[in-house]
């Protein structure tokens, strides 16, 4: 991934999420703490994919209650997917 986006699900608009590495690999752990400008617990989630610039995109996550979110790429079926804990 070469990049994360966060926006409050009743908008469309995305804000960028700084991560300190310039790409993240596989196996690599980031940690996110941002400030929402939005007074909501629903957020939109997207990634970016370095090599083709392809996306996934996540709705309405209830960051209020959730902890951590793993996102799993599946490159034999070009699926991406995610848990959210």
């Given at each position: 991934m070469k990049s994360i986006y966060l926006g409050p699900s009743a908008s469309d608009q995305w804000s960028p999420v700084k991560v300190d590495q310039s790409s993240i690999t596989d196996g690599m752990t980031v940690?996110?703490?941002?400030?929402?400008?939005?007074?909501t617990c629903h957020w939109d989630l997207k990634v970016v994919y370095s090599e083709?610039?392809?996306?996934?995109?996540?709705h309405k996550?209830?960051?209020?209650t959730v902890e951590k979110i793993t996102i799993h790429y599946d490159s034999?079926?070009?699926?991406?997917r995610a848990?959210?804990?």
């Open positions: 940690n996110v703490h941002f400030t929402p400008g939005a007074k083709d610039n392809s996306s996934a995109i996540w996550i209830d960051l209020c034999d079926k070009d699926v991406t848990t959210f804990d």
